[in-house]
């Protein structure tokens, strides 16, 4: 045998996304525990070895589960992390011995990710602490989960070109335009004119207006909207060209 081949452990991250009531994009973070570390910097990815018997998107969903409480959510795999000093910090490799009580020289990752409403109640039964946190203040986080939460972002702009519907997936059920508006602007980073946006959107039969609107906002008070997810199988049209 080829004394270069590798003996590598596998495991899944999964980058969570959710859509604030500021409209700013977030990521869902956790905290982990090593000895003599500050607690603000153990803010990591989600994420977990492969047990032997399962595949990577059950231990995908595993994870999202454990994180979360839900059983089931929009899930996608992007792409593996591979780079051979990936898991060479002295922190990083003490929290694995601690974590999983063997010695682990390198690691393999599955990366994913995934779409939550961010006024979903988060029922962790893995983690203590689960925070959202908007994607400009992610701090400097373990491993290359930095790297990965950027290549997620280019990830999910590709997906919500090949299908818009999963925009939605991040708004409430009812949404103003003005909300659409900034969630496409922040995923897509198009400089598109609000005005324009609003007229092109209004032709689309699966974004339905509501009879309700806003209250007690301190600006005009904008229509509330709903997504129509079977007119939009029968009719799925690009957002922006």
Request: glycine share 2%.
């Amino acid at each position: 045998m080829n004394q270069n081949f590798i003996h590598t452990y596998v495991s899944v991250d999964c980058v969570v996304f959710g859509f604030d009531h500021e409209n700013r994009l977030n990521i869902l973070l956790v905290q982990r525990h090593v000895d003599e570390v500050p607690l603000e910097k153990q803010i990591k990815l989600p994420g977990s070895l492969i047990f032997s018997d399962e595949d990577v998107d059950d231990a995908a969903q595993r994870v999202l589960h454990e994180l979360t409480g839900i059983k089931k959510m929009v899930l996608k795999q992007f792409r593996c992390f591979a780079d051979p000093m990936r898991a060479s910090n002295l922190h990083d490799i003490k929290w694995m011995d601690k974590e999983y009580k063997h010695h682990i020289d390198r690691i393999i990752t599955v990366a994913y990710l995934s779409l939550c409403k961010i006024d979903h109640k988060i029922n962790s039964t893995k983690y203590d602490t689960v925070d959202w946190y908007p994607i400009d203040e992610v701090p400097g986080l373990p491993f290359d989960h930095n790297k990965i939460i950027n290549e997620s972002l280019i990830e999910i702009r590709k997906w919500i070109e090949s299908d818009f519907s999963i925009i939605f997936e991040l708004l409430p059920k009812r949404f103003t335009i003005r909300q659409l508006y900034q969630l496409y602007s922040a995923l897509s980073e198009r400089n598109i004119d609000i005005k324009n946006f609003h007229k092109k959107i209004s032709s689309f039969p699966y974004i339905v207006p509501l009879d309700e609107i806003q209250k007690d906002v301190s600006h005009r008070a904008a229509r509330y909207y709903r997504f129509d997810a079977k007119i939009y199988k029968k009719n799925n049209t690009k957002l922006i060209k």
